[in-house]
């Protein structure tokens, strides 16, 4: 089980007992060979409501295995409300216990850094705090295993039901040695037939039920009668709920997906270009070029990108007839419905007799912000925020602010597509936004969140297009990359 669940069990932890569940007729399974390698995506929710997710990678290598995780979750109740976020990776032994760790994670707004590794004589740890750095040594007989192990471990030496597992468990929260007991409950047919053996532990106060395929994947979680659950999720619905949940700039994930760098960004909407090293950046995901970013593949999953301001055009360019031109860019879709009257009435309000396509741009992209106000959760289709005016749009996430501009300049016929990525917020760091990119003479970028015409070159572009297909290489990204500023021009 994964730490950043065992933290938010804990959030809400009440002392009462769980109903006990039926015992699965006697089975028992031969002895796993090995964990099952690859990604896993997993919901969290309390009383049936999405709270949080986590992700799951394991990989083999020589001698052992490489458990990396990473998961956000905010709980709330009538007496209180926090949030926690982790990101974890563990190297285990083939047997499952702890070489080493390195773990990051923020709890209630108290952020630690825990790394370590085992030693003869228990687990060598060193904390890093605001308040400084400490190292210690967690003392224990035998060997220990990280929380992302603990589900497998039954399976890897055998389960019959009724027997009992006893082990010692590197707690990362704590910072200490937990002795953890599994009971193998038996072999159980979930619904849609699904095959599993039930585990329970005694991590909590109260019962912690686990299932698990034979194969070692994690199921099901259940804390307190259903009171939490921990779903596996297919790593598509999963990675776009993250990407919606970043974009949206939800709680939930804002923390977890910032991207900081030390020093500041002085100045960032007076950049006029910046070199930036990203590290974490798998090799399949290939951010896009052209004449405002340029990408170098680094060694080791990095990437440097360089960017500069694309500035308007000048000339007296003329819109083009919307419906025709490059269809993608000038389209009329469930997301972007340029052609709905409402939306094309208020284009002209806007644009009166304007012509010229720069002129135009700037114009749409003032009102938007104009209109925006502070953004918050997602203000839904362009349709809906332009019929209801500002009072939707006050509470409008970049995302939905990207697309009312892209249906206003494509109803004035000018093609243009919404983008995705990386903008640094000053103060902050390097947030996950949506802007758009408009065609006049060359591809510009333009922000009508901030009403940047041309954008800045703060903005660094992972994926072009708002499609659900089209953002699904920002969940390859959220909350695993970190960067490096190396240069920056005024």
Known sequence: MLAFCRISALLIM????????????????????APPAGERWFSIAMDDEKKGFSCLTVEAVPDGYVFTGLGSV?????????????????????????????????????????????????VRVVVTTPAGREEKLLKAKGAVY????????????GVSPGKRYRLQMLDVEDVRIRAVTFTAVGVETL?????????????????NDIWVDPAGNTVKESVRDDMIVTLAEDGKSAG????????????????????????????????????????????????????????????????????????????????????SGNPPFLESDERIPWDNPTLIAQKNAILGGEKNQSSAVEKLARWVELQAGERGSDAGSPLGAASLGAASLRDGSSQSLARLYTALARAAGIPTRVVAG?????????QYQCWAESLVG????????????????????????DAPGDLLPLARLIGRIRARVKDLMY
Do not use: C
Request: zero cysteines; a neutral charge.
């Open 240 to 323: 776009m709920y993250l990407v919606e949940a970043a974009l949206a700039g939800r709680d939930l994930v804002r923390r977890f997906a910032l991207v900081t760098v030390l020093p500041p960004i002085a100045r960032p909407r007076d950049l006029r270009g910046m070199v930036v090293e990203l590290s974490g950046v798998p090799a399949d995901v290939r951010l896009p070029e052209g004449r405002g970013q340029k990408v170098e593949r680094l060694p080791d999953n990095g990437v440097r990108i360089t960017t500069t301001t694309v500035s308007p055009q000048r000339k007296e360019e003329t819109a083009t007839p919307p419906g």
């Open 146 to 157: 990280p929380p992302p192990v603990l589900n497998l471990y039954p399976l890897m030496r």
């Open 14 to 33: 009440l002392i009462f007992p769980m109903t006990e569940l039926s015992r699965a007729a006697a089975a028992s399974l031969p002895p796993l060979a």
């Open 442 to 465: 060359e591809w510009m970028p333009v922000d009508p969140a901030a009403g940047e015409v041309p954008a800045d070159s703060s903005h660094i572009k992972v994926a072009e297009g």
């Open 191 to 207: 619904p849609g037939g699904v095959k599993t053996v039930h585990l329970r532990n005694d991590l909590f106060p109260v019962a």
């Open 74 to 122: 905010k709980m709330g109740g009538v007496f209180f409300s926090r949030e926690a976020w982790s990101r974890e990776r563990y190297v285990v032994h083939r047997d499952l216990s702890l070489i080493s760790f390195d773990v990051e994670q923020e709890i209630g707004g108290k952020a630690m850094q825990v790394s370590g590794s085992s030693t003869g004589v228990g």
């Open 422 to 430: 990386l903008v640094y917020r000053e103060g902050e760091g390097f």
